[in-house]
């Protein structure tokens, strides 16, 4: 099967290949360049009617009009996703303050900041709590959380947001 059939060259060196090949058994049809061009894009459609679609471009093509809604929800979601890092650090931080008594919890801003923070963060801390072994006083599920919602940004930066555009 060649590698254009369908209509569709998936890659520039099948289009590069095939906008050069002819073959030396027919040779070319009237002596022209127009005939020798009909009877490959007879062969390979993706050749005639100009350069083929890609996916991506395909989509994005279809999807114009909701493009910008798309990449508003998608800015949104790495915005809160930054977010949820900053409050990783300070919920992080907070408690080696108040393991080391420089705060106290007794305060009431302290106590509301420290009950925000651990109502916001544990949800997703818990499950990796449960997963790793215990290291003694060391807690590095906050690490790895950063970790995997900085893997999940750059999966949305560089996968999912260029399909938008």
Not at 46 to 68: H, K, Q, V
Not at 114 to 123: A, H, Q, V
Request: a positive charge; proline letters at 6%; charged letters at 15%.
């Amino acid at each position: 099967m060649a590698p254009c059939a369908g209509g569709t060259c998936r890659t520039a060196s099948e289009r590069r290949h095939l906008q050069c090949r002819s073959r030396p058994s027919q040779g070319r049809q009237g002596g022209s360049k127009s005939a020798g061009r009909g009877f490959i894009a007879a062969e390979f459609p993706c050749l005639d009617g100009g350069e083929p679609i890609s996916t991506a471009r395909a989509f994005r093509d279809r999807n114009r009009e909701f493009s910008p809604a798309m990449r508003a929800i998608l800015d949104i979601v790495l915005i809160i996703l930054d977010l949820y890092i900053w409050l990783l650090i300070a919920s992080a931080i907070l408690s080696w303050l108040i393991a080391f008594n420089v705060v106290n919890t007794r305060n009431q801003f302290v106590g509301a900041v420290s009950e925000f923070l651990y109502r916001i963060t544990e949800p997703l801390l818990a499950p990796i709590r449960n997963l790793l072994p215990s290291l003694g006083g060391l807690d590095i599920s906050p690490i790895i959380l950063i970790l995997l919602i900085m893997f999940l940004q750059r999966v949305i930066t560089y996968y999912i947001y260029p399909a938008v555009f």
